[in-house]
């Protein structure tokens, strides 16, 4: 799980990426992919 400012970049880096609001905090999560999983910090 990366910590970031920005998740755009990272939402780009895979095709799968989603993009989840979840108890106010923004991530993005992976299922074909689990590295590339990241919350905005």
């Given at each position: ?5 920005s998740l755009k970049t990272i ?15 923004v991530y993005i999560i992976n ?11």
């Amino acid at each position: 799980m990366k910590i970031v400012n920005s998740l755009k970049t990272i939402k780009n880096r895979h095709k799968d990426c989603r993009l989840v609001r979840r108890r106010g905090r923004v991530y993005i999560i992976n299922k074909t992919n689990p590295k590339f999983k990241a919350r905005q910090g």
